[in-house]
């Protein structure tokens, strides 16, 4: 890994002309709908203007599948998959096989640096548990330390991620490491894969079913925690949560963004599925429309029910619409997996979801799955109905989770039937 000893100087610091080459037109993030001082993730809507062009074209026309010529003059075979989605796939040049890497990174936002290090790790390696894929080959960390933290603690930052990595089934071989103001942490994953060791996320037809595999709330837990020593904003909340419901959900939510998504991505073969996205950045909604864009029939996803950590849906209804959780575009990190597959395969995915994670230790929360939507046609995009059901996922090691894990794993909604 290499190091930088300072962040590059400002351009008020150097002046326009000393930073950017003649009839450089530097980046305003105002002129693209963004707040001059930003430093969080780009709207899903900016973000999509930008990357507006930057596929290449395919022969078929499609911008998906197809066959291609190399810089070379050999012909690659198999699914390619560019911008707009979880992973890249990239046909390589020998044996049918191809390239699928993912990119990822955020700032911490819990207080334990071996769970943000899980986390992180969990995060990045979730775009390709969305396509089904259960290995990963090498994982590069991206990293920015602080340049208040002392040597010690430094050396904790560096390590932590990577024993976090080993206990995805994959390991740190490089990456690049900086000093800089604020703490970031991420990562590359790749993995080199024959065809049917990955599911492209295109299938959906009408009939299948929607499964998430982790609640929501994820954002709102995180903030309600930090709230309880700020009276200000605790006073917006108290009368719907008490500070210890609050702690438990803020221990969920770390549980939950550090739980792989591997499992999951197990089944999604053995349960035929057709499609799968991973619910982060631009909330359950946003994801959904993103993955029903890339469907290759005319369909659309309908969400009834909304799987929430509990307390949460409360806490997002106290503050008006500063979160947006039921809604659909809050913010997730490290969430779960969003997964198209057939009506009759969706209950038994959530019973083995259920049996899998609850044998391991591992969620402890009711289900483990959830049957949130069904896929009909339409015009490839997504909605959630007006009136959703919310389904209070209990904290795991209450006493509410462990009757729900002790229960059979629930039918699928009558709105789904």
């Known amino acids: 890994m290499s190091g ?61 599948a197809g066959d291609q010529a190399s810089e070379f003059g ?47 790790c969990a995060n990045v390696l979730s775009d390709l548990y969305a396509m089904g894929i259960t290995e990963c080959d090498n994982m590069l960390m991206l990293l ?23 206990e995805g089934g994959t390991s740190v071989t490089g990456g690049q490491t900086v000093v800089n103001p604020w703490i970031i942490i991420g990562g590359v994953a790749s993995v080199v894969c024959q065809p049917n060791e990955f599911i ?40 719907v949560v008490t500070k210890e419901e609050v702690k438990e959900a803020y221990q969920e939510a770390m549980f939950s963004m550090a739980t792989l998504n591997r499992t999951a991505a197990g089944l999604m073969h053995k349960f035929q599925a057709h499609a799968a996205t991973d619910v982060t950045g631009f909330g ?18 309908v969400i009834h029910n909304l799987p929430i950590i509990a307390k ?35 209950a038994k995915f959530c019973a083995e979801m259920k049996s899998q994670s609850s044998g391991a230790g591992g969620q402890g929360a009711a289900g483990g799955a959830w049957i949130i939507g069904i896929v009909e046609k339409g015009d490839r995009h997504a909605r959630i109905i007006d009136k959703p059901r919310i389904i209070e996922v209990p904290p795991r090691g209450s006493q509410a989770a462990n009757q729900d894990n002790s229960s059979p794993s629930p039918a699928p909604s009558p709105n789904l039937s």
């Open 312 to 346: 949460m849906a409360a806490i997002s209804k106290a503050c008006g619409n500063l979160f947006n959780l039921l809604q659909g575009t809050s913010a997730e990190t490290s969430g779960g997996l969003l997964v198209c597959l057939p009506r009759e395969q969706a």
């Open 144 to 166: 920015s330390v602080s340049q208040k933290m002392n040597d010690k603690v430094r050396l904790w930052v560096h390590v932590l991620p990577l024993y976090a990595a080993e």
């Open 74 to 120: 050999q012909q690659l075979t198999g699914p390619r998959l560019g911008v707009g989605m979880d992973s890249c796939v990239i046909p390589l040049r020998h044996g049918g096989l191809s390239l699928v890497q993912t990119t990822d990174f955020f700032y911490p936002l819990v207080e334990d640096p071996y769970m943000m290090g899980k986390i992180a």
């Open 200 to 239: 492209m996320p295109d299938g959906a037809v009408p009939g299948d079913v929607l499964v998430l595999t982790k609640p929501l709330g994820t954002r709102v837990a995180v903030n309600a925690y930090l709230w309880i020593d700020q009276p200000e904003k605790w006073n917006r909340v108290k009368l």
């Open 284 to 301: 359950l909604l946003g994801h959904a429309n993103n993955l029903a864009k890339q469907q290759r029939n005319e369909v659309a996803f």
């Open 4 to 64: 930088s000893t300072s962040p590059p100087p400002s351009v008020e610091a150097v002046g326009a002309e000393g930073c950017y080459p003649p009839g450089y037109k530097p980046f305003k993030p105002e002129e693209h709908g963004l707040e001059r001082g930003f430093r969080c993730k780009v709207p899903q809507e900016v973000l999509l203007k930008l990357l507006a062009g930057l596929e290449p074209d395919q022969a078929d026309g499609t911008g998906k």
